[in-house]
């Protein structure tokens, strides 16, 4: 079993960023991608970057050149860095991991984190 938990969620301002962290225990670290996704109520959860073992990385279009995804594996945590935030990021972040590769799609991962609420302020 792998638990992930998010932290770093809060409030900011339009423009502000904000870093999101998720450390990771049970399972060997270092053989997951992972990856984070938002959710808003009554929408589906979308994808918002990854990153596989080795530090490839794929994102959302919404969120390329404002976001990075990186990971420290002998840390077993991921990191979200979130810059020039927009009210439409608000979203609950969730953290994922998966025994694959790189992947968009939240049904292609095994494990999730509770979420952390992102609110940016127009």
């Known amino acids: 079993q792998v638990q992930l938990v998010e932290s770093g969620g809060g409030l900011v301002q339009a423009g502000g960023s904000l870093r999101l962290s998720c450390a990771a225990s049970g399972r060997t670290f270092s053989n997951y991608a992972m990856g984070w996704f938002r959710q808003t109520p009554g929408k589906e959860r979308d994808f918002v970057a990854a990153i596989n073992w080795s530090g490839v990385t794929n994102y959302a279009d919404s969120v390329r050149g404002r976001f990075t995804i990186s990971r420290d594996n002998s840390k077993s945590t991921v990191w979200l860095q979130m810059n020039s935030l927009k009210p439409d990021d608000t979203a609950v972040y969730y953290c994922?991991?998966?025994?694959?590769?790189?992947?968009?799609?939240?049904?292609?991962?095994?494990?999730w984190g509770q979420g952390t609420q992102v609110t940016v302020s127009s």
């Open positions: 994922a991991a998966r025994t694959g590769g790189l992947s968009i799609l939240s049904t292609h991962y095994d494990y």
